[in-house]
């Protein structure tokens, strides 16, 4: 059950996606996020929604996956979808006490729907073909420049990975102690409220005790091979532009460009053709 | 009695994660019988003994305890986990309470018994596995490593299981740690008489007690039958990474060399017997 968690989750099916440069796919991100701003036509979101198809189908991770990874965030979604619903005032068209809904409403909804869906699976694209590995030694290399300002990059993003690692190696530990524990006769899901907090205690302290163990063994582990910042440390796969990044970093481009083209230039003459859009 | 009939298990089935780890495994484990499993990391032992007490449930195949399926709907599986008592490798790290008897009443408390009745399985058990009463108030983070997962086997013994099963009991102790618990699990089946089920990589210390030895090999039971049947087979075990008693390659050496022996030995008792015989015929 806990493995049902997909959200930051790797998925290794090998595409063209998964090689690519981990900046790369960090850009990508963070344009796909910004471009959900800058346009606000139907045109926009036919832009936005097929390229991310796409990238989906090229990534050849379940689409099925993806969305079973997003139940966390569905009452967000829904929540999101209520409030511009009922919220938006506009030309009425049903009524019932004071909730109106209008259809500046149900178009203000529909879109802010799909507009969070899209950067909640565009980002996650991200993390499904990136290891949390690629993903601090992107950030790394990336922000390289913020040192100078003296920021702590590496530091960060060793902290980054080390609770990206921690992350599964958690999970496993809670389901193994979890079935420990049921081999011992304790019951997770019956009983009352206040007894299934009580039967959360055997599951905690041995979590806590060996999440603490494990973080003194790997200090221990890292000053033992004199581990000390990224002081002289060098890299065994110094990340390196191919030939494919290269097009990649501009494929954003183009699909920035595309954007900009359908949802401002596009999208008012298709107005004037059919209005009702 | 237990009975697996072509049981299979992958994990994560239907996702690209998926990982097949049993394969048709059929077993019959009769009442009182002391087995040993061995077979190489992961072949699938830990995965086969979590089916047998419900944690796990098969994508594969039927298990039978005591001729009932065990996934059937009016079958209780929390029933069965206290019948088939599974102590997990490194068992130590699922204590959690404030002093040592406190964390073994766990088990039998959840079974809601009384309260005597709690406080006398908790001791007989203890007992049992060797820990001595000035320790019964101490704290279970404060004890040596092997005395911590003998706590933890009497916290699964004090449920009075039929069939015990215990996964690789003493892997990562010291030499003086692993003695204890081996003690301690002969002592359960000499006391008790319940099935034990014993899992473990190597099967060296244990072959002269076990009645049985199964191995594993990519998911699937590759021998079945005798420590005397299976260390037969001392060449093949090999190649899938496991070792025979070092008095086994002894006897086969000599046999090979033309010493007139009846077959292999298993234990050094049996091979100096043969040798004896031999030697005065
Ligand atoms: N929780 C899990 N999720 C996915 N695969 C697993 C899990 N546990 C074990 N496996 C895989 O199943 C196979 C059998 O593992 P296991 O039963 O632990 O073997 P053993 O106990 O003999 O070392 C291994 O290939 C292992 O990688
Ligand atoms: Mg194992």
Redesign the interface.
């Known amino acids: 059950m806990l ?1 049902d968690i997909t959200i930051g989750q790797y ?3 090998g595409s063209v996606l998964h090689r690519l440069d981990p900046r790369v796919k960090l850009f990508w991100t963070l344009l796909y996020i910004v471009s959900m701003f800058v346009f606000n036509t139907f045109l926009g979101y036919v832009v936005a929604g097929v390229t991310l198809i796409v990238l989906i189908k090229i990534s050849r991770v ?1 689409f099925k ?1 993806m969305v079973k990874g997003l139940k966390a965030v569905w009452m967000l979604l829904i929540f999101t979808l209520v409030l511009n619903l009922f919220m938006t005032s506009g030309e009425v068209i049903w009524q019932w006490k004071f909730l109106k809904l209008t259809r500046e409403g149900i178009r203000t909804a529909v879109f802010m729907g799909l507009r969070l869906f899209f950067l909640i699976i565009g980002s996650s694209l991200m993390t499904l073909t990136t290891t949390p590995n690629q993903l601090t030694d992107g950030l790394e290399t990336g922000l390289r420049g913020l040192k100078k300002i003296k920021v702590p990059v590496h530091e960060l993003a060793m902290m980054m990975s080390i609770a990206l690692r921690f992350i599964p190696i958690l999970l496993e530990e809670t389901d ?2 979890m ?9 997770f899901d019956e009983g009352k409220f206040k007894d299934r907090v009580k039967a959360l ?2 599951i905690f ?2 979590l806590f ?2 999440a603490f163990r494990r973080a003194n063994d790997l200090a221990m582990a890292m000053e033992a091979r004199c581990y000390r910042g990224d002081v002289n440390r060098t890299r065994m796969n110094p990340l390196k532009y191919k030939q494919i990044d290269r097009i990649a970093y501009l494929l954003q481009f183009v699909y920035l460009a595309v954007l900009i083209c359908a949802d401002k230039l596009l999208a008012p003459l298709l107005t004037k053709v059919l209005p009702m859009l | 009695m237990l009975y697996l009939d072509k049981v299979s298990y992958t994990y ?1 089935p239907g ?3 998926a990982m097949p780890a049993l394969h048709e495994v059929s077993l019959e484990i009769p009442d009182g019988q002391f087995i040993g499993i061995i077979g190489h990391t992961g072949s699938g032992k830990s995965t086969l003994i ?1 089916h047998l ?1 419900g ?1 796990v449930k098969p994508t594969g195949g039927v298990i039978y305890y005591n001729g009932r399926d065990i996934w059937d709907e009016d079958f209780s599986r ?1 029933e069965l ?2 019948k088939v ?4 490798q490194y ?1 130590e ?4 309470e404030t002093t040592v008897v406190k964390d073994v009443e ?2 039998p408390r ?2 809601k018994l009384e309260n005597l009745e709690v406080q006398l399985r908790t001791f007989e058990a203890l007992k049992t596995v060797g820990i001595s009463d000035e320790l019964y108030d101490a704290s279970p ?1 404060d004890l040596s490593g092997g005395q911590k997962r003998r706590v933890a086997i009497a ?2 013994l004090a ?1 009075k299981p039929e069939v015990l099963v215990l996964d690789e009991p003493t892997a990562g102790l010291d030499p003086a740690g692993r003695d204890e618990i081996l003690e301690a699990i002969f002592r359960i089946k000499r006391e008790r008489n319940i099935t034990v089920i014993l899992v473990s990589h190597s099967m060296e210390d244990v072959a002269r007690f076990v009645d049985r030895i199964i191995v594993m090999e990519h998911g699937s039971v590759k021998y079945d039958g005798s420590p005397k049947e299976v260390f037969r087979n001392y060449k093949e075990l090999e190649e899938i990474g496991l070792a025979a008693p070092d008095v086994t390659y002894l006897t086969a050496m000599l046999r090979e060399r033309g010493v007139g022996l009846p077959d292999v030995a298993t234990t050094v008792e049996e091979a100096a017997d043969m040798i004896e015989r031999y030697c005065k015929h």
């Open positions: 493995r998925y290794p099916s379940p996956f193994k102690i079935k420990a524990q049921a081999a011992r006769g304790a019951d205690v055997p302290v041995p005790v060996s | 994560s996702t690209a994660m979590q007490n944690l929390k986990r206290t008592g599974l102590v997990f068992p790290h699922q204590l959690f766990f088990g959840n079974m983070f916290g699964v449920m």
